[in-house]
């Protein structure tokens, strides 16, 4: 009934649409099944949390969907579309078309993913120069309006800085403003407030949250933290050593898990308060 709901008020076609998906790592010892036949939909303008402790597989699931699986892993089944295209049939010279102009990765760790030779300024821009073919003036001040966008103060002054220079929650901030930059379908952000503190963690949340309010993308959010998904996701699927054991409106996990493992994360969790939006109808 749910998933109806998610569909009528979304549109015909999810945004991300993962089926029958398994993944493989290799390891010296042999190789090891650590994603098993999962799926998972994000609608339009809809936040979705993946959610389950390390190693559990979910950022593995998020991370095939951009193609950017590591090494030693490969997908052995599975269907993933974004919209109409199926994301598995192209090549990587297709993909890369795909990775930035429809589809953005903010990582956990912005100051490792930052070039610390580069200034921000350029690092916001670049995306522009390179897909849309602007010119080193035109993307830089593109650049000073994304910086603005994501509340980055003296943006002019900031833009001419170093990754160094800039907080943990600027670092982060610079990191979604590159994100948006070609107005992407999909943001899937891997964890992006974990080395931030509770304060910081909120703003960037906040600003997440306004991001899909007034762009209309939708957010793929992988975490282990429930508190975050009660302040930030629409829906939620949690998962356990390579499988999605539940999934459902935010609401609905909160007040209802039906998963004993559900049960056990709500339990260690400590003040996970309801969600923000509980009872509001989207």
């Given at each position: 009934?749910?998933?109806?709901?998610?569909?009528?008020i979304?549109?015909?076609?999810?945004?991300?649409?993962?089926?029958?998906?398994?993944?493989?790592?290799?390891?010296?010892?042999?190789?090891?099944?650590?994603?098993?036949?999962?799926?998972?939909?994000?609608?339009?303008?809809?936040i979705?949390?993946l959610?389950?402790?390390?190693?559990?597989?979910?950022?593995?699931?998020?991370?095939?969907?951009?193609?950017?699986?590591?090494?030693?892993?490969?997908?052995?089944?599975?269907?993933?579309?974004?919209?109409?295209?199926?994301?598995?049939?192209?090549?990587?010279?297709?993909?890369?078309?795909?990775?930035?102009?429809r589809?953005?990765?903010?990582?956990?760790?912005?100051?490792?993913?930052?070039?610390?030779?580069?200034?921000?300024?350029?690092?916001?821009?670049?995306?522009?120069?390179?897909?849309?073919?602007?010119s080193?003036?035109?993307?830089?001040?593109?650049?000073?309006?994304?910086?603005?966008?994501?509340?980055?103060?003296?943006?002019?002054?900031?833009?001419?800085?170093?990754?160094?220079?800039?907080?943990?929650?600027?670092?982060?901030?610079?990191?979604?403003?590159?994100?948006?930059?070609?107005?992407?379908?999909?943001?899937?952000?891997?964890?992006?407030?974990?080395?931030?503190?509770?304060?910081?963690?909120?703003?960037?949340?906040?600003l997440l949250?306004?991001?899909?309010?007034?762009?209309?993308?939708?957010?793929?959010?992988?975490?282990?933290?429930?508190?975050?998904?009660?302040?930030?996701?629409?829906?939620?699927?949690?998962?356990?050593?390579?499988?999605?054991?539940?999934?459902?409106?935010?609401?609905?996990?909160?007040?209802?898990?039906?998963?004993?493992?559900?049960?056990?994360?709500?339990?260690?969790?400590?003040?996970?308060?309801?969600?923000?939006?509980?009872?509001?109808?989207?």
């Amino acid at each position: 009934m749910i998933e109806n709901r998610r569909h009528a008020i979304s549109g015909s076609l999810p945004t991300l649409s993962i089926s029958g998906l398994s993944i493989e790592f290799g390891r010296r010892a042999g190789i090891t099944r650590v994603v098993r036949d999962v799926g998972l939909k994000v609608w339009p303008g809809e936040i979705v949390g993946l959610i389950g402790e390390s190693g559990s597989g979910k950022t593995l699931m998020a991370l095939s969907a951009l193609r950017m699986l590591p090494k030693r892993a490969r997908i052995i089944s599975g269907v993933i579309k974004l919209g109409p295209t199926p994301l598995l049939d192209l090549s990587e010279r297709e993909m890369r078309e795909i990775r930035g102009e429809r589809t953005a990765l903010i990582p956990q760790d912005a100051l490792q993913a930052l070039n610390p030779t580069m200034r921000i300024g350029r690092q916001v821009g670049e995306p522009l120069e390179l897909h849309r073919g602007m010119s080193v003036r035109a993307a830089a001040s593109a650049a000073l309006k994304l910086l603005a966008s994501v509340r980055i103060p003296q943006p002019a002054l900031r833009a001419s800085e170093y990754p160094h220079q800039f907080s943990g929650g600027m670092q982060q901030r610079a990191m979604i403003a590159m994100g948006l930059a070609l107005n992407p379908e999909l943001l899937i952000a891997d964890e992006p407030t974990t080395a931030l503190d509770v304060t910081v963690q909120a703003q960037v949340l906040k600003l997440l949250r306004e991001i899909r309010d007034s762009s209309g993308a939708s957010i793929l959010f992988i975490t282990h933290d429930l508190g975050v998904v009660a302040q930030l996701c629409d829906w939620v699927y949690v998962m356990r050593e390579g499988e999605v054991v539940e999934t459902g409106a935010v609401v609905d996990i909160f007040t209802a898990p039906r998963a004993d493992y559900t049960r056990m994360l709500l339990a260690a969790t400590p003040r996970v308060r309801s969600p923000i939006h509980l009872g509001a109808d989207r």
